[in-house]
């Protein structure tokens, strides 16, 4: 299995410029996962997914954060606009989903810095 | 007070030393406990999950104390290459909503 997917894996923007993140989940995993990384507040779950239905976003900072899941292979983590703060590493991970005592795969990580 | 608390270290410990980290969490509904180790610019990784009664995986032992509302990990005979920061993981409640500590960094030292 390939694991976690992320794309881009590294991302320069400037600010007031749109971002997307994407992210290709391990098949059959029913969950999946948007975390947020910086150095002062560790890391963050930002929004998860069951069967492609969005189940908490409490994470997510402001309405200038999306996500969606389309389909059960993709989701996307889009920032309009970006602001400098947002600068972080992204990370998407699935789990199974049979038990909350199941882990999380995570994905190798999207470095975003917004200039 | 934070939901999920460790001890950022570093704790800089010799080759063959053993060491331990705890871990405090807030929430008594948790059911799911793990640590996981992140290298240096690397995705966070399942090191253990950590069960009521314990265990015990190689050099690594985890516990859970509900009472107390803590969860431990003892590294014996550390390598150099158990340098990383390792993570506390608790979930809220019932649910898929996984809160993770800050982690603690552990330099292992030749």
């Known amino acids: 299995d390939a694991g976690v997917i992320q794309s881009p894996r590294h991302e320069v923007t400037e600010m007031g410029q749109e971002v997307t993140l994407r992210c290709k989940p391990i098949?059959?995993?029913?969950?999946l996962f948007w975390y947020r990384q910086t150095m002062m507040r560790g890391l963050e779950l930002l929004i998860y997914?069951?069967?492609?239905?969005?189940?908490?976003d409490s994470g997510m900072p402001e309405d200038r954060f999306s996500a969606k899941m389309p389909n059960a292979s993709f989701s996307t983590l889009k920032i309009q606009p970006s602001e400098p703060r947002d600068s972080a590493v992204y990370f998407c991970?699935?789990?199974?989903?049979?038990?909350?005592?199941?882990?999380?795969?995570f994905g190798p990580g999207t470095r975003l810095l917004v200039l | 007070r934070k939901e999920v608390e460790q001890d950022p270290g570093p704790f800089n410990v010799p080759e063959g030393a053993t060491v331990a980290f705890n871990c405090t969490y807030s929430?008594?509904?948790?059911?799911?406990f793990f640590w996981y180790r992140q290298d240096c610019r690397k995705e966070p990784k399942l090191l253990m999950s950590?069960?009521?009664s314990g265990n015990e995986d190689g050099r690594f032992t985890a516990q859970l104390n509900r009472a107390s509302q803590y969860i431990s990990l003892l590294i014996r005979d550390s390598k150099l290459s158990d340098s990383a920061t390792y993570l506390c993981?608790?979930?809220?409640?019932?649910?898929?909503?996984?809160?993770f500590g800050t982690g603690t960094r552990l330099k292992v030292l030749a």
């Open positions: 991970a699935s789990s199974p989903g049979t038990s909350v005592r199941e882990t999380q795969y």
């Open positions: 098949s059959g995993h029913d969950y």
């Open positions: 997914f069951n069967n492609n239905v969005p189940i908490d």
């Open positions: 929430n008594s509904a948790s059911q799911s």
């Open positions: 950590v069960y009521s």
């Open positions: 993981v608790v979930n809220k409640g019932g649910t898929y909503k996984y809160i």
